[in-house]
T-cell receptor, first 115, second 110 residues
Framework: EADIYQTPRYLVIGTGKKITLECSQTMGHDKMYWYQQDPGMELHLIHYSYGVNSTEKGDLSSESTVSRIRTEHFPLTLESARPSHTSQYLC??????????????FGPGTRLTVT | RKEVEQDPGPFNVPEGATVAFNCTYSNSASQSFFWYRQDCRKEPKLLMS???SGNEDGRFTAQLNRASQYISLLIRDSKLSDSATYLCVVGTDSWGKLQFGAGTQVVVTP
């Protein structure tokens, strides 16, 4: 089993609220990722990090922000939630290698509903 | 055009039968290939990596065709527990970024 955790698992919140989705891993992985997935659709990368103090935007534009102050922790923040942010958010991590096949390990996801 | 395309299915398969499906990818510079499995409302989990020469893991066989830019997955002797969505995943970035297909749903029936 992968040691990657996400909280909360489910969140229902009103429009305009600030939210932070937590993600932590105990595997010492340098690389971490945030994906967004709507039902029946593919995962879209919204943020990634190659290590502490490194964050990059992914392929899908997102109003969220991330930080990476510690290796094991990669929280995602929405300053003002909107109904269009309703989705499943999946956090993943992988080891730092170059040119090799590298598995990404996923957390259980946070299912966010903005009313 | 999507970077990774899959037939969404569902593929309805009698228990014990064989099922096979493909996915195509658009970036000829893609370097790494995987099949992940995703159960309903769960996170994706790695099923197998796909190597250039093709590889087998128990009842699962994966093939890569670089010339035609497609990957295949074959499941033999299907079990009820094989019912899931199978995600085709392609890496074009040596630093680990992956492109996910939307998945092929497989339903194994008794």
């Amino acid at each position: 089993e992968a040691d990657i955790y996400q909280t909360p698992r489910y969140l229902v919140i009103g429009t305009g609220k600030k939210i932070t989705l937590e993600c932590s891993q105990t595997m010492g992985h340098d690389k971490m990722y945030w994906y967004q997935q709507d039902p029946g659709m593919e995962l879209h990368l919204i943020h990634y990090s190659y290590g502490v103090n490194s964050t990059e935007k992914g392929d899908l534009s997102s109003e969220s922000t991330v930080s990476r102050i510690r290796t094991e922790h990669f929280p995602l923040t929405l300053e003002s939630a909107r109904p269009s942010h309703t989705s499943q958010y999946l956090c993943a991590s992988s080891e730092r290698t170059v040119g090799d096949l590298v598995e990404q390990y996923f957390g259980p996801g946070t299912r966010l509903t903005v009313t | 055009r999507k970077e990774v395309e899959q037939d969404p299915g569902p593929f309805n398969v009698p228990e014990g039968a064989t099922v096979a499906f493909n996915c195509t990818y658009s970036n000829s510079a893609s370097q790494s290939f995987f099949w992940y499995r995703q159960d309903c409302r769960k996170e994706p989990k790695l099923l197998m990596s796909v190597y250039s020469s093709g590889n087998e893991d128990g009842r699962f066989t994966a093939q890569l065709n670089r010339a035609s830019q497609y990957i295949s997955l074959l499941i033999r002797d299907s079990k009820l527990s094989d019912s899931a969505t199978y995600l085709c995943v392609v890496g074009t970035d040596s630093w680990g970024k992956l492109q996910f297909g939307a998945g092929t749903q497989v339903v194994v029936t008794p």
